[in-house]
């Protein structure tokens, strides 16, 4: 079963430790940095996770799993592209995941993403994932109505139920050589709400700007207490959820950036041995494509 460096980032939740409360929702870093140098430090990162990425590609012995969830305006969009601009899209694979259709609620809530979970060889990324169903379903109880037909009559007791089916899920995966991040942007109602006014006030930004983000912000204490019961239920030293606080774009990056090439780097990956018979034919067939 593959399993966490224990060499990454403090920011991981270890509930085995201490288990996130209210006051650790931070969204702001201690220490930013200074902006251009988080760009270069990430530019470096991004070089660094080439070669490790190209392993990945050439074992096909395993997969990478990165999953990004977030309040509307966290910046998860801006982050999947900074960190990963410039990278093999043959081996990076992005699926994000928007509200389920008729035929993804007729089926189990992790239907949608198994189909989409990266093979031996790829890193996969989830712009949002299954988390949503323990989150978002959570806040606005009324959203399983299309999952349910029949109803429920006490929601309450189906989130252990599902926390319970993701924990096995990520353990499967795991065990199947997949390596699984997760990461939380946490983003300030002030941050957010600065956001928001400026996709109104750009025209060029306007596009992204919908009315029923505001509303959620209505909600923000539900979803912060829906968030710590999730982190803490499902990070496991298989499957750790990294909270990341999200007013600092360009630090925020780089710290994910970081967790993702310590992570890659530790798992220990080398290029294949080149097939016995054809290894003691090297010889010959370079003889033969220089004449």
């Given at each position: ?85 410039g990278l093999d899209p043959a081996i990076t694979k992005l699926a994000a ?6 035929l993804e609620r007729r089926h189990d809530f992790l239907w949608r993403t ?178």
């Amino acid at each position: 079963m593959l399993l966490i460096p224990q060499t990454t980032s403090g920011l991981i939740i270890d509930p085995q430790q201490t288990a996130l409360s209210t006051a650790d929702l931070k969204t702001e870093f201690a220490d930013p940095g200074n902006t251009d140098d988080n760009e270069r430090q990430l530019k470096s990162v991004r070089k660094q996770m080439r070669p490790l990425l190209s392993r990945l590609q050439a074992s096909q012995s395993h997969s990478v799993l990165l999953i990004f969830q977030a309040l509307d305006a966290a910046g998860k969009d801006s982050m999947i592209r900074s960190i990963f601009s410039g990278l093999d899209p043959a081996i990076t694979k992005l699926a994000a995941f928007k509200a389920p259709s008729e035929l993804e609620r007729r089926h189990d809530f992790l239907w949608r993403t198994s189909k989409q979970l990266p093979a031996r060889g790829e890193l996969g990324i989830f712009n949002r994932s299954y988390y949503e169903e323990v989150l978002v379903v959570r806040v606005h109880p009324n959203f399983l109505n299309g999952q349910y037909p029949q109803g429920i009559d006490n929601p309450s007791e189906l989130w252990p139920l599902r926390y319970e089916a993701i924990n096995a899920h990520e353990k499967q995966l795991a065990a199947t050589g997949t390596l699984v991040l997760k990461f939380w942007l946490n983003v300030s109602v002030s941050e957010q709400r600065k956001r928001f006014l400026s996709r109104l006030e750009r025209p060029k930004k306007r596009w992204k700007f919908n009315p029923n983000d505001v509303r959620e912000m209505a909600y923000r204490k539900a979803y912060d207490e829906a968030f710590l019961e999730m982190v803490n239920t499902t990070s496991t030293e298989y499957a750790p959820w990294f909270m990341i606080p999200a007013n600092d774009k360009p630090r925020a990056r780089l710290e994910v950036g970081k967790i993702i090439l310590q992570a890659l780097d530790g798992m220990g990956l080398e290029y294949p041995e080149l097939d016995p018979e054809i290894n003691a034919e090297v010889a010959q067939w370079q003889q033969q494509l220089k004449a």
